[in-house]
């Protein structure tokens, strides 16, 4: 027998609109997940999925997903499903998602080799942007440093692509303390800077790039306090060979985790 269809006056509807604000989301550290790429990775995450609402007869390879790892997938009505969504045509699937960060202490005793570091970078199509740059290269993890957005913001969670589900996170204290950390571990602390002194070209050429290293990325409009780009070990910018002023957040994060992510591989023993 089929299940009966939730409303949006259902109570289990309701308590997973309620996480659409960052209070209610920090009070019981869940999420919601919308669209069936953004569910397929968080299902692929043991303990990730909680609960997934759907409207009947869409995703049925998520579904057997779900009843594979024992996570309740209820059915619900379209007006239900529009309820928990935030974007113009929801694609048909929430899910319910526990908090994925951990402690800023816990990333740094993995060692890692290269993260990615969002100082107060407020915008969550960025911060989004970032992570799914931060995973495409490999990194170890991603930082979101000191007033930066919520990485739960739905907005953020779309803009990762499943990025989210895929790579560490913790959300560290101030930016300060961060950079402080990481230095004392023996990571090459490197602030992407339009004013830095080192050309990133130079910082490949030169070995700078090869060994372990975090990029510290500013806020969108302000760039990086200066307090934060006087503890790092190098100022970078990336040169600019046409006419552009600059690049923006998420392409300047992407040009640079890329290129240390080729400066580690080539420094490989046995790389041709």
């Known amino acids: 027998m089929s299940q009966p269809l939730l409303t949006a006056r259902s109570g289990r509807v309701k308590a997973a609109r309620r996480l659409s604000r960052r209070a209610t989301r920090a009070e019981h550290r869940l999420f919601l997940a919308e669209g069936p790429q953004a569910v397929r990775e968080a299902l692929a995450v043991p303990g990730c999925v909680r609960e997934v609402f759907a409207v009947p007869d869409v995703h049925p ?75 495409a290269a490999g990194a170890d993890g991603v930082v979101l440093a000191g007033s930066s957005v919520d990485p739960y913001n739905g907005k953020v969670v779309r803009a990762s692509a499943g990025s989210l589900f895929h790579l560490p996170l913790a959300l560290g204290p101030r930016t300060t303390d961060v950079v402080a950390a990481l230095r004392h571990d023996g990571v090459s602390v490197l602030a992407a800077d339009g004013a830095g002194e080192l050309d990133l070209d130079d910082a490949a050429d030169d070995g700078v790039l090869a060994g372990r290293t975090a990029w510290v990325f500013g806020n969108e409009a302000w760039g990086l306090p200066e307090e934060v780009a006087a503890l790092a070990d190098h100022r970078v910018r990336i040169p600019i060979h046409g006419h552009a002023e600059s690049l923006n957040l998420a392409t300047a994060a992407a040009v640079c985790l890329y290129a240390s992510a080729r400066a580690r591989r080539r420094s490989r023993p046995g790389h041709q």
């Open 61 to 135: 390879a998520l579904q057997a997903s779900a009843a594979q790892a024992d996570v309740p997938w209820q059915p619900v009505e379209d007006a239900a499903l529009t309820s928990l969504s935030e974007t113009v045509q929801p694609q048909g699937v929430v899910a319910v998602c526990a908090f994925l960060d951990r402690p800023f202490a816990d990333l740094v005793a993995r060692h890692p080799g290269l993260l990615a570091i969002c100082a107060d970078v407020r915008d969550p199509g960025n911060a989004g942007a970032v992570i799914r740059c931060a995973d």
